[in-house]
């Protein structure tokens, strides 16, 4: 923050408190607060309190981590950045949209295998599947397995089927 303020600072003299600098280096302040006060819980401190900060905390970790991803695809390529969410994968604990963002990588690389490996630990743990089960008809589809495309896009229709009408959007 002292860094962001020292490049900014003679722009935000000269301008209102309510314009977008001014609002970029609020936010900018916000997020350590936010995790330092998400790491003051103690043992004592009712837990939905002590949740609704540790969610921040979390929360920052994952976006730290997508944010790495992003900014290793960019400088390293698609490799690094699997290797990455795969470290952010073994240091939080399973996060649907580490897997997610690493299987369009994986497509990216043209390793359809590892995207569908990926895919199925989504959908060991989903507790609905038809999203899951068309992504996978994709990308057997575009790995030229029309066969067993079909068949996953018949599991997506059959999954589908199951829900209450209202749900089936």
Do not use: C
């Amino acid at each position: 923050v002292l860094m962001l303020y020292r490049v900014m600072r003679g722009r935000l003299r000269s301008e209102h408190k309510g314009n977008m600098p001014w609002l970029f280096f609020f936010a900018a302040l916000a997020i350590p607060a936010f995790y330092a006060v998400g790491l003051l819980a103690r043992s004592d401190t009712h837990f939905t309190t002590a949740d609704f900060w540790r969610f921040w905390v979390v929360h920052l970790w994952v976006e730290d981590f997508l944010e790495r991803a992003s900014l290793q695809v960019a400088e390293s390529g698609p490799d690094a950045a699997i290797q990455g969410l795969d470290e952010g994968l073994a240091r939080l604990g399973w996060v649907v949209t580490f897997q997610k963002t690493a299987i369009e990588l994986e497509l990216k690389r043209k390793q359809p295998e590892q995207a569908l490996t990926r895919l199925e630990t989504i959908l060991a743990r989903a507790n609905r599947k038809e999203t899951w089960l068309a992504r996978r008809g994709e990308i057997l589809r575009q790995a030229g397995r029309s066969a067993e495309a079909k068949r996953a896009y018949s599991d997506a229709l059959a999954a589908l089927k199951t829900l209450p009408p209202t749900r089936r959007n």
